[in-house]
């Protein structure tokens, strides 16, 4: 994959070690949940573009913003120090597996529906991949429900919420899973 390492390498240039990382990790990400299909984008560390969340994927540029308070050794503390050595992997990795699959439903045809979560592919894609991870839960497209005078979004019962889509997997992982060493 030439374009992989050119990229790895503009990576390294910029964002040293966890530049290195962040690529290492796409492609076994990649490899393990994607079938090594995902074509690769530049991975930038900084803030993200709305700022809050861990990390963003920009559409039209195949690009994967992670966000660079992820280097904290147990989050959430205040003390971010940049490097590797500070970088919570389990968490990063998390993140980027979100990113990557808004990478997959983008580059295999997009999506329709409400949002980028709270549509059939990305909701498709989320139960795939909780069943490689093993995890126990289902995930199903939230749809507006009318009562009388109004309409709600409405979870059945057993699926994840528009929330818990929103932050798959970290929001599905079992509580002390990111304590310790990462
Ligand atoms: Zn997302």
Redesign the pocket.
Known sequence: MARWAELKSQGIKRFGEVGAWAFDKWKMLNDTFFNGESKPGAIIWGQTPQGK?L?Y?HVSENLIYLNKNLMRPVYPTNDFKWGIQHLNKKIAGDVLL??M??QRVNQTGGWVGET??NNERFVDEVNRIARLLGMDIKAKVIKQKRTRDKSIWHVEPGYLTLKEL?DFPYSSRTDNYYYGHP
């Open positions: 969340s990390g994927y979100h990113e699959i808004h980028s979560h929103s």
